[in-house]
């Protein structure tokens, strides 16, 4: 009975074992954010590289161009450009037990930066009792922020190599320069900062 046991735990450590920690990386692009630039006035193209070590641990490096032109708000006549690059850094959890299946559902943590300018200008509008020209313009004003996100979010093997997936983000500012403006309307990568802080991507991958 001992021998018997004692083969059984070699034979699991032997299988655990034959898994190397090292499976590869994998390549993709966030879907969302494209879609969402073409039938809006904002959002990003982003593409991301993905290390698997072990099918349970992925550090993930997210790079992207964020892009905004909102022009002539119908409530403040506000028109609001930028465009700018952006990263995200960070590392995802596979919290499936069975984790070697090609399907992940995972937690997540990730620290982002841009560098980005601002061009703001408002319509001219005379002041109601002076008359006065009321309109007024920012341009080339240099912002920054950095923020941390929590996401969570499923990858689900399509077929081979290909892999589609989403997550959902939770995003907290950490440090911002907004330069004379109280409060910038749009941050590449970040996104509307007046709306809910939660985000979203839909990934289509290729592991390698």
Not at 73 to 101: C, E, M
Request: hydrophobic share 40%; net charge neutral.
């Amino acid at each position: 009975m001992a021998a018997t046991t004692a083969t059984a735990q070699g034979f699991l450590k032997f299988e655990r074992d034959s898994i190397p920690f090292f499976r590869g990386f994998a390549v993709g692009a966030d879907v969302a954010g494209a879609l969402q630039m073409q039938l809006g006035d904002y959002g990003q193209y982003e593409a991301f590289l993905r290390v698997n070590l072990h099918d349970q641990y992925f550090p993930t490096l997210e790079l992207g161009y964020g892009k905004a032109s909102h022009e002539d708000d119908i409530v403040t006549g506000i028109s609001y450009r930028t465009k700018a690059p952006y990263f995200r850094l960070g590392a995802d959890v596979n919290l499936l037990k069975k984790k070697h299946t090609g399907n992940r559902i995972f937690v997540g943590l990730r620290y982002g930066f841009t560098s980005y300018k601002i061009d703001l200008d408002r319509q001219p509008f005379p002041d109601p009792v002076w008359q006065w020209d009321t309109s007024y313009g920012v341009k080339d004003e240099s912002c920054s922020q950095h923020w941390a996100e929590l996401l969570f979010g499923i990858d689900a093997k399509v077929a081979g190599p290909l892999h589609m997936g989403w997550s959902v983000r939770y995003r907290r500012r950490l440090v911002h320069d907004e330069g004379i403006l109280d409060k910038t309307w749009y941050v590449p990568g970040y996104g509307i900062q007046e709306s809910t802080r939660l985000g979203y991507t839909f990934n289509v991958m290729i592991d390698i």
